[in-house]
């Protein structure tokens, strides 16, 4: 407020925060040391890195080169370096290429190799990320890259392993090629399960050659594929999907998003749900069958056919169409069991009388569900 008796400007409680003055350039790159020293808080930069899927840490953001956008001091993240240097007055920062320790884009590497070499973890997290897969340790030290061969020192994620192999200097990195023998005919796996047992990285690949005839979404798609062991190591694809590990000794399976705990299906809406289409023959059925009977026999019933895919089950854990409980056989006839849509499947209710009492053989014969 201003006092006239005193001729001075009071400021009571009003505050005015700092202005940060714009110290970049537009259109000029800037290390990450650069934009710091010139006033940029550190958060800044790990935004920017961030919205990029990098990991926002200080060893990367120190070694990162940021384009300033506009006149207003935004920026965005270009690139990752081993060693940042300065362009000088009204040039481009960049990285220097002459100090960081290049892999060559004709061979392949473990990730452990590449991880171990300054620089290159942020790129292998990059190329996880973009692949859509597990960023971990043990995960990252077994998988297989390819560099591309840029300046940046961009990789490519080509494959998991379960066990990557050191092929020496001038030659590429492999996937293990074990014997191969140690799955058990007649059990489905999951393609991740086969590769941590080594030496089925060939044989995955060939499986899923007709589907995925470009090697490097084979590669991409080859751990969460459900697989069949025929003996002898060789294997049949199932199917491509959410992939889920069943146990020891029992079949892995597809996870079925329809599959709701408390929800009810016929056996075939089941099998329907347990893989994905676009796949090949869809038949990770053939596990659900099994699981099915397995079902039918604990609750004393007989395991035909008709039983399996008639029949109304309840999913027991969500989307683990694997486990599931009997409630009730609808009858011989397909069109018995009725696909509920949204709500649960249920047994077509058929001359069933109100006030008459029946015996539960008679209503099952009906094709009555609920007892």
């Given at each position: 407020?201003?006092?006239?008796?005193?001729?001075?400007?009071?400021?009571?409680?009003?505050?005015?925060?700092?202005?940060?003055?714009?110290n970049c350039s537009k259109g000029l790159s800037y290390c990450g040391t650069a934009l710091?020293?010139?006033?940029?808080?550190?958060?800044?930069?790990?935004?920017?890195?961030?919205?990029?899927?990098?990991?926002?840490?200080?060893?990367?953001?120190?070694?990162?080169?940021?384009?300033?956008?506009?006149?207003?001091?935004?920026?965005?993240?270009?690139?990752?370096?081993?060693?940042?240097?300065?362009?000088?007055?009204?040039?481009?920062?960049?990285?220097?290429?002459?100090?960081?320790?290049?892999?060559?884009?004709?061979?392949?590497?473990?990730?452990?190799?590449?991880?171990?070499?300054?620089?290159?973890?942020?790129?292998?997290?990059?190329?996880?990320?973009?692949?859509?897969?597990?960023?971990?340790?043990?995960?990252?030290?077994?998988?297989?890259?390819?560099?591309?061969?840029?300046?940046?020192?961009?990789?490519?994620?080509?494959?998991?392993?379960?066990?990557?192999?050191?092929?020496?200097?001038?030659?590429?990195?492999?996937?293990?090629?074990?014997?191969?023998?140690?799955?058990?005919?007649?059990?489905?796996?999951?393609?991740?399960?086969?590769?941590?047992?080594?030496?089925?990285?060939?044989?995955?690949?060939?499986?899923?050659?007709?589907?995925?005839?470009?090697?490097?979404?084979?590669?991409?798609?080859?751990?969460?594929?459900?697989?069949?062991?025929?003996?002898?190591?060789?294997?049949?694809?199932?199917?491509?999907?959410?992939?889920?590990?069943?146990?020891?000794?029992?079949?892995?399976?597809?996870?079925?998003?329809?599959?709701?705990?408390?929800?009810?299906?016929?056996?075939?809406?089941?099998?329907?749900?347990?893989?994905?289409?676009?796949?090949?023959?869809?038949?990770?059925?053939?596990?659900?069958?099994?699981?099915?009977?397995?079902?039918?026999?604990?609750?004393?019933?007989?395991?035909?056919?008709?039983?399996?895919?008639?029949?109304?089950?309840?999913?027991?854990?969500?989307?683990?169409?694997?486990?599931?409980?009997?409630?009730?056989?609808?009858?011989?006839?397909?069109?018995?069991?009725?696909?509920?849509?949204?709500?649960?499947?249920?047994?077509?209710?058929?001359?069933?009388?109100?006030?008459?009492?029946?015996?539960?053989?008679?209503?099952?014969?009906?094709?009555?569900?609920?007892?």
């Amino acid at each position: 407020m201003f006092n006239p008796t005193r001729g001075v400007l009071v400021l009571g409680s009003l505050f005015f925060a700092p202005v940060l003055a714009v110290n970049c350039s537009k259109g000029l790159s800037y290390c990450g040391t650069a934009l710091i020293s010139r006033g940029y808080d550190q958060q800044r930069l790990v935004d920017a890195l961030e919205k990029t899927g990098q990991a926002g840490i200080s060893s990367i953001i120190n070694g990162s080169v940021y384009h300033c956008d506009d006149d207003s001091g935004n920026i965005s993240f270009v690139t990752t370096c081993d060693v940042c240097k300065d362009g000088g007055a009204g040039h481009d920062d960049s990285c220097d290429t002459s100090k960081r320790a290049n892999c060559d884009a004709r061979f392949t590497y473990c990730g452990s190799t590449l991880t171990s070499r300054a620089g290159y973890s942020p790129q292998v997290e990059s190329a996880l990320r973009q692949a859509s897969q597990p960023i971990n340790s043990g995960f990252t030290s077994q998988s297989l890259f390819k560099c591309t061969g840029d300046a940046s020192g961009t990789v490519e994620f080509l494959s998991y392993c379960g066990s990557c192999v050191d092929g020496g200097a001038g030659n590429s990195d492999s996937c293990a090629d074990k014997s191969g023998s140690n799955c058990s005919s007649g059990i489905a796996y999951c393609g991740f399960n086969l590769l941590n047992k080594g030496g089925y990285h060939t044989r995955l690949s060939n499986a899923l050659q007709s589907v995925f005839p470009d090697s490097a979404e084979r590669d991409q798609k080859m751990g969460v594929s459900l697989f069949m062991c025929n003996g002898n190591g060789n294997v049949t694809a199932l199917s491509t999907c959410n992939c889920l590990n069943g146990g020891s000794g029992a079949n892995d399976y597809c996870a079925s998003p329809s599959c709701k705990k408390g929800v009810n299906f016929c056996g075939t809406s089941l099998m329907q749900n347990s893989g994905n289409s676009a796949m090949l023959t869809l038949l990770a059925p053939g596990a659900q069958r099994s699981t099915l009977a397995a079902a039918l026999s604990a609750a004393g019933q007989p395991t035909d056919n008709a039983h399996v895919e008639n029949s109304v089950f309840t999913c027991q854990v969500d989307i683990q169409a694997n486990k599931v409980k009997f409630l009730s056989f609808c009858g011989n006839n397909a069109t018995q069991c009725i696909n509920g849509g949204a709500a649960s499947d249920h047994c077509q209710p058929t001359k069933c009388r109100f006030g008459i009492d029946y015996c539960g053989k008679t209503l099952l014969a009906k094709g009555k569900s609920n007892p």
